[in-house]
């Protein structure tokens, strides 16, 4: 089990823990193992930039690169760095990440200024792979397209949540709740003594009626169905089209979950934190019968 130490803090006081080893430290007085430590791995200045302009070179190995003018500061001698950026997939005006010299990514790569294909390049216009947002490696990741509109040279780490890290636990079959934010933070609260808020307390359940659901397991183990309840709600508004958080896609990645859509975010998300099993399922392709109760996007139920 993965556990984000910023949505594990939501829930139980972390007192002095501050890294992931610190909370290890803890949970092992419980009996959890630890496995290890994960995220926090860049380091600084890495800040929002703006593509002023660019020239496309074509280069004698028949590559074409981009000179580009970008600002990183709203003022002083380096306010406007030039890069040099083999992707083409962004546009003057666009918002971007940029790694200045002295920084680092993920797996040690230490960014500095450099001479390359005739030009010094002075830092590295990012994509979502090179910065451990997804593994995805499309070109550079524009700020505009996940609806990000930030101020040039605010810091890129925390805006996108990449100062996050997460501890790892090896949970044992007779401790299944720790498979759970939920679960973890009561457990560190068991060995600390910190307040631990139960989120369940913050779920308001909503009465609803439907139509009676039968599971089938054609293949039982030694004879027990896997699952002895199996629960249906229709939830309406949703946008199947929306961006997903930065902050979601970040926690979830930290926890082991790569980031797919909106509706089977969500019910990771929530699986997540309070260890009880989700699936999203498309109204339209299910058959045998249809929810007389739906939630409305956005209500407890």
């Known amino acids: 089990m993965k556990v984000p130490l910023s949505w594990l803090e939501e829930h139980v006081d972390l007192g002095e823990a501050k890294t992931p080893h610190d909370v290890m430290a803890e949970l092992v007085k419980v009996g959890l193992e630890e496995e290890g430590a994960i995220g926090g791995e860049l380091k600084g200045p890495i800040v929002v930039g703006e593509v002023l302009e660019f020239q496309?070179?074509?280069?004698?190995?028949?590559?074409?690169?981009?000179?580009?003018?970008?600002?990183?500061?709203?003022?002083?001698?380096?306010?406007?760095?030039?890069?040099?950026?083999?992707?083409?997939?962004?546009?003057?005006?666009?918002?971007?990440?940029?790694?200045?010299?002295?920084?680092?990514l993920p797996g040690g790569f230490a960014i500095a200024a450099r001479k390359t294909y005739g030009h010094v390049s002075d830092g590295m216009i990012a994509s979502s792979k090179e910065l451990g947002l997804s593994d995805e490696h499309d070109g550079i990741l524009r700020l505009g397209e996940i609806g990000i509109d930030a101020e040039v040279g605010t810091d890129a780490i925390k805006l996108l949540g990449l100062d996050q890290s997460a501890a790892e636990i090896n949970v044992t079959p007779d401790r299944g709740y720790a498979l759970s934010i939920r679960g973890v933070a009561r457990e560190f609260s068991h060995a600390t003594g910190n307040k631990f808020t139960d989120p369940i307390t913050k779920i308001q359940p909503a009465a609803g009626s439907g139509f009676g659901l039968k599971v089938e397991d054609v293949s039982p183990i030694h004879g027990v169905d896997g699952c002895s309840r199996f629960l249906l709600l229709g939830v309406e508004g949703i946008d199947a089209t929306a961006s997903v958080p930065e902050w979601m896609k970040q926690r979830l990645k930290l926890a082991g979950m790569r980031s797919i859509s909106i509706a089977v975010d969500i019910t990771n998300y929530v699986m997540l934190e309070l260890g009880q099993p989700l699936h999203a399922y498309d109204l339209a392709k299910l058959t045998g019968g249809i929810t007389v109760r739906r939630a409305k996007a956005g209500e407890a139920a």
Do not use: Y
């Open 56 to 104: 496309e070179e074509e280069q004698s190995n028949g590559k074409t690169i981009r000179w580009c003018q970008v600002r990183v500061a709203k003022d002083g001698d380096e306010a406007v760095r030039g890069i040099v950026c083999g992707a083409r997939n962004f546009f003057v005006g666009d918002k971007v990440v940029v790694s200045l010299p002295g920084s680092e």
